[in-house]
Each structure stands twice: as C-alpha cells, then as structure tokens.
T-cell receptor
C-alpha cells in the first residue's frame, strides 16, 4: 500500500536558518503530494501541494518539488521565523479515481525555531 | 471562514464506556474523515464517508464505528472504550470537486482511564 516517510524529528533551528524536512513516498502510479502544517492547539492546514512530476509547490516562503525519480517531496525554507514553529506533515493522495480525497500521512516532524 | 467543529477539545472516559465524538462542517462538503494522531505514527485514517449514510473503512477501523445521518455531521463511536484508544482524534472534510484539500477541526484529545 501507499506510505510516506518523513525525517526523524524534532528539528530545532535558530531564526533565519535554512530548513529542510525530508519526505519520501511509496505509491503506485502518479500520486498528488502535499505538505500540511499544524500550529499549536490547531488542526492541520494545507501548506502547499504538487500534482505531477517536477511541479514545485510554494507558499509562505516554503517550497517543495515533486521528484518522481527519487520519490521525494522535501520541504525547504530559506529563512525560518519563530512563527514557523509547528508540526509538519507530508502526505500523498492516491492517483486512483475513487480515493474520495483520502490522504496517507507521514509521521510528522516537529519544528522549533528559537529567536 | 470555513469551519470544521469538533464538539469537545478534551474528553476523559472510563474503560468500557460508549463514547461519541461529534464533528460538524459548514462547507457543504461531501467527504468527511476521522483520523487519529499519535506521536511517531502521524495521522491514521479510521473511517471516511463520501455521502450521507455512506461509510468506508480506513486503515484502522477496529473498535470504531461511524454515523452520517446528515451531510454536515459525522460521528465517531467507540462502542467500548479501551486504554489503547487514548489519542488525539481529528475530523476533516473536503469537497468532491476539489477533494485534495482537507479542512481539519482542531481535534479532540481523548483519554481512556
């Protein structure tokens, strides 16, 4: 079945540092890929997405590129802020037509940014 | 603002109790989902529904059931709560037109003692 693997956390950075959170996936066909973010005390919200190979999703200074050859969708940000402290989840949606939008999530990576 | 509302933020129950977790969305979405979130395991899908009175098992349905009598409401039922069901429960909804974007509630932290 489909699966998503994220790098082990937690990740602790200083403000303005460069961020990378690794994500690799296993799926048949051509899934859509997502990053969701969960701020403290809140539900998850969509950060960015990519629906086909070589697509780059971007939002709020975060970027991720859909790499089919390495089955990866790594999240990057050039300069993190304290307000980026959250849990980040990589996810995929099966390419099949009857998935009804259900997603498979990775285990989540806790990011803490210090001033 | 679009909203997915879960009835309780924190809930404490006893082993063997029947537990109802309620979720309501105001976006007229067809799809609704129940996930549980555990440290190191991420989110795991329990059940989902793509229409009123329709339900499908997710990856970990054992010990749970669901009810969707109205489009806006999706209930998760623990028939006889057990300690291994202590977890954060997240409800989500999406439109079938743009099913890729899930809208989440803020979660219910359930403790079973």
């Amino acid at each position: 079945g489909d699966s998503v693997t994220q790098m082990e956390g937690p990740v602790t950075l200083s403000e303005e540092a460069f961020l990378t959170i690794n994500c690799t996936y296993t799926a048949t066909g051509y899934p859509s890929l997502f990053w969701y973010v969960q701020y403290p005390g809140e539900g998850l919200q969509l950060l960015l997405k990519a629906t086909k190979a070589d697509d780059k999703g971007s939002n709020k200074g975060f970027e991720a590129t859909y790499r089919k050859e390495t089955t990866s969708f790594h999240l990057e940000k050039g300069s993190v802020q304290v307000s980026d402290s959250a849990v980040y989840f990589c996810a995929l949606r099966d390419a099949g037509g009857t998935s009804y939008g259900k997603l498979t999530f990775g285990q989540g990576t806790i990011l803490t940014v210090h001033p | 603002d679009v909203k997915v509302t879960q009835s309780s933020r924190y809930l404490v129950k006893r082993t063997g109790e029947k537990v109802f977790l309620e979720c309501v969305q105001d976006m007229d979405h067809e799809n609704m989902f129940w996930y549980r979130q555990d440290p190191g395991l991420g989110l795991r899908l329990i059940y989902f529904s793509y229409d009123v009175k329709m339900k499908e098992k997710g990856d970990i349905p054992e010990g749970y059931s669901v009810s969707r009598e109205k489009k806006e409401r999706f209930s998760l039922i623990l028939e006889s709560a057990s300690t291994n069901q202590t977890s954060m429960y997240l409800c989500a909804s999406s439109s079938q037109r743009s099913g890729e974007k899930l809208f989440f509630g803020s979660g219910t932290q359930l403790s079973v003692l």
